[in-house]
């Protein structure tokens, strides 16, 4: 059976669990919840097992809080011996509108921590990231609050689309491949 890695980036806690900065966590736990799946606390994070078409999704959400995520991704990588290609990391992206999608094979962290880190400790830009667009809606000196802000409740309204948009992705990731997901899903 073919194993993904599919992590979600976020910090832990119940002071983040709504904020833009965390949609990599909420995007998983969508999926989690129409799967009935259950996240268990293990080894640098909450994990569950996703199983598709003859494929096993392993779902991680690190504990490691947001900046340090790239020790979670490589255990995880390593303990169950997945390989590169087959990494998906989950992110929000300030310079794209709101729920708009874009995949890619490589590329640089774009000031994103998370990313910054996952770069560092995997030694290489060349991996799969998924970036979740939360817009750039904030004043000036405001971006750190705007992150880790909540959505509103227009963004809200809006984004039971979206999460399933991005489960459609991740499903279409391990079973078509990178190239179709990105030419099927980039810019929707």
């Known amino acids: 059976?073919?194993?993904?890695?599919?992590?979600g980036l976020g910090n832990i806690g119940s002071d983040y669990a709504n904020t833009r900065h965390n949609i990599g966590f909420r995007i998983l736990d969508h999926l989690a919840k129409k799967e009935s799946l259950t996240f268990e606390t293990q080894k640098l994070g909450d994990v569950a097992v996703y199983k598709f078409k003859g494929r096993q999704f392993i779902l991680l959400k690190p504990s490691t809080y947001m900046n340090l995520s790239g020790k979670a991704i490589v255990y995880w990588l390593n303990k169950e011996n997945i390989p590169l290609e087959n990494l998906l990391v989950i992110t929000d992206d300030l310079n794209l509108p709101f729920g708009t999608i874009r995949l890619k094979t490589k590329g640089s962290d774009g000031g994103h921590n998370g990313l910054k880190d996952t770069q560092d400790k995997l030694q290489t830009t060349n991996y799969n990231r998924f970036r979740?667009?939360?817009?750039?809606?904030?004043?000036?000196?405001?971006?750190?609050?705007?992150?880790?802000?909540?959505?509103?409740?227009?963004?809200?309204?809006?984004?039971?689309?979206?999460?399933?948009?991005?489960?459609?992705?991740?499903?279409?990731?391990?079973?078509?491949?990178?190239?179709?997901t990105m030419n099927t899903f980039n810019g929707q």
């Open 1 to 7: 059976m073919k194993k993904y890695l599919i992590v």
């Open 132 to 180: 979740f667009g939360i817009s750039d809606a904030f004043s000036q000196g405001r971006q750190v609050d705007y992150v880790l802000g909540e959505w509103t409740p227009e963004e809200e309204a809006k984004l039971s689309e979206r999460l399933d948009k991005a489960f459609e992705l991740i499903k279409s990731f391990g079973t078509a491949g990178i190239n179709i």
